[in-house]
């Protein structure tokens, strides 16, 4: 840093008071004009005036949340105690993966159902088999096989139902419940520990899982704001956790209800999220701009001087001209002021390394 200013200084040292002398033969000292050199002239940059519509931003205040749409609560069927539970909070899990495994009275009832149709279905058979050879020895009815034929396949339906059941749920015929995801995604939330008893009827998830490639941030918007939100607004977000560092967005949708106690609106943003750096429950900050309907000269806010609860702006008109100008600033947003007096559209100012320029202009 001192480097850069020991530098700067040496090239306004090299520009010069230069003294002129008139037609006249005037003395050179009574007319003294600050001269830029070449070197510094290439250290400053230029920008134009220039009128455009005011844009306004509003800060809000949100966190970074999991897409509902994209999250399930995985609840147990079951009641009992939980043998092993294979999934952390914050793990990443595949779809189809064990979560946890029960061990539960339940699953035995259905065991017994299981190993019941299985019977019914040997004893069918063996009655279908008896059935057909005494109707091939003509000593059996057509109609008394056709209703063994019958009484095989209500088993075999009934057989079919039980262990659909133990596919869909995770059964398996040791009285266990595999609690399995139904998505790939992160533990985001978890209630379950290993020996812990969950009731039968259990009402509550034990685990949330979520994808979180792509998440939401949801912001309060203050009543008196409300109405400057629209859906589709250009908006920024940035964390703490990653300062600088600004996520571009837009609102895509605004809840149009007020909370009755903080008396703010939510919208909310979605925001790819690749690299998962965005966590939910994160706090964030939401810069979303708007259009005012004024239009004014603007210029890059770098070009703004502070000096003693006054601004100023450095105007460029050639190397051997440059003013000192006081400016009333209407409003800044990001990178941009808004003047409503003192330049003019078209007219150049400085907007880099004219703090040394003003310091030598007004000694």
């Known amino acids: 840093m001192c480097c850069g200013k020991i530098a700067l200084l040496t090239l306004l040292s090299a520009t010069a008071l230069v003294a002129c002398t008139t037609s006249d033969g005037e003395n050179a000292d009574d007319h003294k004009t600050f001269v830029l050199s070449d070197a510094m002239l290439k250290n400053v940059k230029l920008d134009t005036v220039t009128r455009s519509m005011v844009n306004g931003v509003l800060d809000l205040n949100g966190k970074i949340v ?3 749409n994209r999250m399930v609560e995985v609840f147990p069927i079951v009641g009992g105690n939980v043998l092993a539970v294979n999934a952390d909070l914050g793990d990443y899990v595949k779809k189809g993966q064990t979560l946890a495994v029960i061990k539960s009275g339940e699953v035995a009832e259905y ?10 279905v040997l004893v069918a058979e063996k009655n279908l088999h008896v059935k057909q050879d005494l109707f091939e020895s ?45 998505i790939s995604g992160f533990v985001i939330y978890k209630n379950i520990n290993r020996d812990m008893t969950l009731p039968s009827g259990q009402s509550e998830s034990v685990f949330t899982i979520a994808e979180l490639d792509e998440v939401w941030a949801v912001a309060n918007v203050y009543e008196s704001d409300i109405s400057r939100i629209r859906e589709g ?7 703490l ?60 806010s770098s070009a703004i001087i502070f000096d003693n609860s006054r601004k100023f702006v450095m105007i460029f008109k050639d190397r051997f001209n440059i003013e000192t100008r006081e400016v009333d600033v209407y409003k800044s947003a990001d990178s941009t002021t808004w003047l409503s007096a003192g330049v003019e559209p078209g007219e150049v100012v400085i907007s880099k390394n004219q703090l040394f320029i003003y310091d030598a202009l007004n000694d």
Do not use: C
């Open 241 to 300: 956790s990653y300062q600088g560092e600004q996520i571009p967005g837009k609102i895509d949708k605004i809840f149009n209800v007020l909370d009755p106690q903080t008396k703010t609106m939510r919208v909310r943003i979605r925001i790819p999220n690749p690299q998962f750096k965005l966590k939910p429950e994160m706090l964030a900050t939401v810069k979303a701009k708007y259009n005012e309907s004024s239009v004014l000269p603007s210029v890059p």
């Open 138 to 182: 003509k000593l059996s009815s057509e109609r008394e096989l056709v209703s063994a034929q019958k009484e095989l396949e209500k088993a075999e339906a009934a057989l079919r139902k039980v262990k659909e059941t133990f596919s869909i749920y995770n059964f398996n015929e040791r009285s266990e419940y595999h609690l399995k995801t139904p």
């Open 111 to 120: 065991d017994k159902e299981l190993i019941d149709a299985q019977s019914d």
């Open 233 to 239: 607004m250009d908006v920024t977000v940035t964390t």
């Open 66 to 68: 999991a897409d509902e």
